[in-house]
């Protein structure tokens, strides 16, 4: 079965400051990529999402993420956070052979200082 | 364009009663699932409805879980009787196409079982 591993679970930085959320799965196959943010109150969106093509992934809001395959790694950062970007961030898989069953990762919940 | 919905926001419910929660997915997306997050855990599948066929169940826990989707519309999840380890949030999402295709999330039941 796929599992995926995010670290760090809680990361709290301050404004301006740059954000790396680690994101690592286990499957042998060729798989499709996402991170998904919930913000406070909110539910769940796409931040960005790797099928195929160039590994460097840009998404909303400033993010990005690189899929390193021989490393099973989907590492999300942002040059400079916003207090705005406090949420919790999820990083999701799913095999392109399988039924599209997403396997999240635990969530990072990031809080941003002013 | 209207998102997932779901409904009702939030239900607090004793062991042993009966809830059902309900999903309306994006309208057009023939693929509905549903997912569970269980405090302090991963977001886990539980199922997958393709029009009003179940196509994997195989998350669900066991029997006293029963998912719905007549007509192919929106859907219901029962659960019955209720046990105090069903508490969590309950995540409802739709995609239009089953493969390599962004699945949307609904904003959650949060259900507690007392």
């Known amino acids: 079965a796929q599992s995926v591993s995010q670290h760090n679970h809680h990361v709290i930085l301050s404004e301006a400051a740059s954000l790396e959320l680690g994101c690592n799965y286990s499957?042998?196959?060729?798989?499709?990529l996402f991170w998904y943010v919930q913000y406070p109150g909110q539910h769940l969106q796409l931040l960005l999402k790797?099928?195929?093509?160039?590994?460097l992934v840009k998404g909303i809001k400033g993010f990005e993420a690189e899929f390193i395959k021989s490393k099973f790694s989907f590492n999300l950062r942002k040059p400079s956070v916003q207090w705005s970007d406090t949420a919790e961030y999820f990083c999701?898989?799913?095999?392109?052979?399988?039924?599209?069953?997403?396997?999240f990762g635990k969530g990072n919940q990031v809080v941003v200082i002013p | 364009e209207a998102g997932v919905t779901q409904f009702p926001s939030h239900s607090v419910i004793e062991k042993g009663q009966t809830v059902t929660l309900r999903c309306d997915p994006i309208?057009?997306?023939?693929?509905l699932y549903w997912y569970r997050r269980v405090m302090g855990k991963e977001i886990k599948f539980l199922l997958h409805?393709?029009?009003?066929?179940?196509?994997?169940e195989s998350g669900m826990p066991n029997n006293r879980f029963l998912a719905e989707r007549t007509g192919g519309t929106y859907s219901t999840l029962k659960v019955q009787p209720a046990e105090l380890e069903d508490s969590g949030v309950y995540f409802c999402?739709?995609?239009?196409?089953?493969?390599?295709?962004?699945?949307?999330f609904g904003p959650g039941t949060r259900l507690t079982v007392l």
């Open positions: 499957y042998g196959g060729t798989v499709n």
């Open positions: 790797y099928f195929s093509g160039d590994p």
């Open positions: 309208s057009g997306h023939d693929n």
């Open positions: 999701a898989v799913t095999s392109i052979y399988g039924n599209n069953r997403l396997a």
């Open positions: 999402a739709s995609s239009f196409r089953t493969y390599t295709d962004t699945q949307y």
């Open positions: 409805f393709v029009k009003e066929s179940k196509q994997d």
